[in-house]
């Protein structure tokens, strides 16, 4: 059906810790001065992103899953929802501290499909940023009793970031994004989120935001760990691909083209978020230019493509 990208729109959510960058880097039409989040690539119910080219213009990313799936490779016996969500995130605030469950607690809990592991790519970041990831705590008890006692700078690990870096975030791991961050963040498909730590901070209305501690509690990973990220990295022409990670929701590249080069279709479907350049991707003797701040999905049905220009991407696959 498509022997071409399939684009998509951006679904802008306010947030109370966002802020203008959407708009500087990649002129978006921002609904609020406090923009923080646009959903790239997102066939979540809570934003939904719709296509913007070929047979299925105007339809959601969910609709082509659900009735389209040979786009994806998608075995037609498989029900469960699209698995992936692509964010870029405008911290001009601290997000809360939060926590996420695992897939078995978000269906037995929560009735939801998927839990939330994520990753972040740092596009920029204002000197001293820091990330929270993670915790001292050794023992649930030292866990639970920190966070009752509100022990916030002797429980939380912080660490510093700059623009280039890389930060795998499994579920069950502390975290927040801090202030002066900018980030791409490839997830599965979920948004639940268990705040755990919000500052004290109030609302236009002068409210708290919801805590979940008790939640938060029972899916925290003590003590705290992380694999071992090895970045592999290879030169094919013009494309040096660099593998950030390799786990069991997705695979995350990121691709400097300085040049030009042909690529064939080796996962079932692929993510594609332009993070700086130009370049032109050419399917079949058809042209299509992308350019920094466009999200597109390269389908199944591409099964060779050339890609040309200078360009940085994030590219992602299950």
Known sequence: MYNAPIFLQPVLQERIWGGQKLRQLYQYDLPSEQTGEAWVISAHPNGPSKISNGPLAGKTLA???????????????????????????????????????????????????????????????????????????????????????????????????????????????????????????????????????????????????????????????????????????????????????EEEYFTVYHWVLDGEAKREMDADFLQCSVIKGTADISIQGETFSVKNGDHFILPHSVKEYVIAGNAEWIVSHT
């Open 63 to 245: 609709d082509a899953w659900e009735n389209d799936g040979e786009l994806f490779n998608k075995n037609p016996d498989n029900l469960e929802a699209y698995p992936l969500l692509v964010k870029v995130l405008d911290a001009n605030d601290d997000l809360s501290v939060q926590v996420h469950p695992n897939d078995s607690f978000a269906r037995e809990e929560e009735g939801e499909p998927y839990g939330k592991t994520e990753c972040w790519y740092v596009l920029e970041a204002e000197p001293g940023a820091e990330l929270v990831l993670g915790h001292h705590a050794t023992t649930k008890e030292e866990l639970e009793n920190m966070m009752d006692q509100g022990n916030w700078d002797s429980l939380l690990k912080r660490i510093p970031v700059e623009a280039g870096d890389f930060v795998y975030v499994p579920s069950g791991t502390l975290h927040a994004i801090g202030k002066g961050i900018v980030i791409l963040e490839t997830q599965q498909s979920s948004d639940i989120t268990y705040r755990v730590y919000d500052y004290d901070r109030k609302d236009a209305k002068g409210n708290t935001r919801e805590l979940h501690l008790d939640r938060a509690k029972q899916v925290t990973t003590v003590p705290h760990k992380l694999p071992d990220m090895a970045k592999q990295q290879e030169r094919q022409e013009g494309l040096l691909s660099s593998k950030l990670v």
